[in-house]
């Protein structure tokens, strides 16, 4: 810890009580504490009261309560807030800054093979359709091992559009870099994210030999899935075909990493239904995102779905705890919490680095601060050949933390969220550096659940 530079708001504690259990998380420290009714009702009066003020206040409340219970009660929370496990101040001086490349979404295809309604790249085209050369590829990895610094695991995403539509341009990339690794020191991490059409025992092969995670996509039941992933050509929708080659490839991954990754959007609310749908299919390793849109897209989700989103994420907590009781557990992407450890405070603070430490490139070489922002011009970076050439551009995403927002600094959840996706928040409000309320309740809700999940245990 250090001294801090900017002012931040008393750091308050936050109490809630979920599945039975009353849960109290100290923000700076990252201490949680389960405990019994009178203890969480002292906490928040000692918060409000201060320790002169907590036996008036909490005999009011518990009137059986004896002198002597609530002078150890007192003295158990002091003793906390001492050892730095409750109120403790945030004086981290730590800022996001800009760090070295670390990680490359390269958009090998800005191309599709499906028409999925929520699209927010135009079906996969990012207002211009092509597939990335190889000479663009291989240039892409000498870029990332240029400005990697002293960093020696180094990312890339190979992303679209529909990625498997320039499959062989994707695994020569992953040769190349295979290939610098010795003489550069690096060690490259590589992800596919694809829908699945194109699987074959080809992509199957390489991608067990070669990719340290797959991203499959699929919504959940068919009606939910082919509502909105369709094929193209009034082609109808894809349950039927993809899921048959997910299923292949998640199978065949023999432990290494793959997620089936679902969309929910304001026509399936019920979307525990559809993650229980994947469940019961036999994957195991599971996410399911909100829908990424503008305000009033159709499909979109608006505040009023707050209520009815966050009695999902509660039920879906309720049923892997009782899953997981039975033996059939399954993992849930935005449940994994490591409470002992974690992401260092860097990465609490800087999160996924967009804009800076992670990089999006376009298939003509273009950079861009991730994908989401590809195609706008507004955003246009620089080139994989003359490198970042907008530094103002930078710097506005190098400045914006968890600490340069007003309602993020005041907020509990803010080590365990790092400022939410800029995306998102330009999408909502017109500004990399503003607020998605939406998202930002369902992120709180999603780790009360994560939590009271690791509290149940």
Not at 253 to 259: H, K, V, W
Not at 296 to 321: K, V, W
Request: glycine content about 12%.
């Amino acid at each position: 810890m250090f001294a801090n530079e900017h002012e931040v708001a008393v750091p308050l504690c936050h109490r809630y009580k979920l599945g039975g259990l009353n849960i109290v998380v100290d923000p700076a420290s990252g201490s949680i504490h389960k405990v019994d009714d009178i203890a969480y009702d002292a906490i928040g009066l000692y918060e409000n009261g201060g320790e002169d003020g907590l036996a008036v206040l909490l005999m009011e409340k518990h009137p059986q309560l004896t002198g002597a219970e609530i002078d150890e009660l007192a003295a158990e929370i002091v003793k906390l807030k001492n050892q730095g496990k409750l109120f403790t101040p945030d004086n981290f001086k730590i800022r996001r800054g800009i760090w070295p490349l670390k990680a490359l979404c390269m958009n090998v295809s800005h191309l599709c093979n499906m028409t999925c309604s929520y699209c927010f790249a135009g079906k996969g085209e990012y207002g211009g359709a092509g597939l990335m050369a190889l000479e663009t590829g291989k240039r892409s990895i000498d870029f990332l091992i240029e400005n990697s610094g002293n960093r020696k695991n180094l990312d890339v995403d190979f992303f679209g559009g529909e990625p498997l539509l320039n499959w062989g341009v994707v695994k020569e990339i992953v040769n190349y870099a295979r290939g610098r690794e010795p003489e550069s020191g690096k060690r490259f991490r590589f992800t596919l994210t694809t829908n699945g059409l194109l699987i074959d025992e080809d992509v199957i092969s390489f991608t067990n030999k070669q990719m340290h995670n797959v991203v499959l996509s699929l919504d959940g039941r068919p009606e939910t899935n082919d509502a909105m992933r369709k094929l193209p050509n009034g082609g109808g929708g894809s349950y039927s075909e993809v899921l048959p080659k997910l299923k292949k490839l998640a199978e065949s991954r023999g432990g290494a990493e793959y997620y089936i990754r679902g969309t929910f959007t304001g026509e399936n609310l019920d979307f525990v239904n559809d993650i229980l749908h994947i469940a019961d299919l036999g994957f195991t390793q599971l996410s399911m995102e909100p829908v990424v849109t503008k305000p009033g897209a159709p499909h979109g989700l608006t505040i009023s779905d707050l209520t009815a989103i966050c009695n999902q994420y509660e039920r879906l907590a309720f049923e892997m705890i009782e899953r997981k009781r039975q033996g059939k557990a399954f993992f849930f992407y935005h449940y994994n919490l490591d409470l002992t450890g974690g992401p260092c405070v860097h990465k609490r603070v800087a999160g996924c680095g967009v804009g800076t430490e992670y990089l999006a490139v376009t298939p003509s070489g273009e950079l861009y601060p991730c994908h989401q922002f590809a195609g706008n011009e507004k955003f246009l970076m620089g080139d994989i050949y003359s490198g970042v050439f907008n530094e103002k551009l930078r710097g506005e995403f190098g400045g914006n933390d968890i600490f340069s927002r007003g309602e993020c600094r005041r907020c509990w959840a803010r080590y365990y969220c790092s400022g939410g996706c800029a995306a998102n928040a330009y999408n909502a409000s017109g500004d990399i550096g503003g607020i998605y309320e939406l998202g930002c309740e369902m992120f709180k809700k999603r780790i009360e659940c994560a939590i009271m999940m690791k509290a149940a245990e």
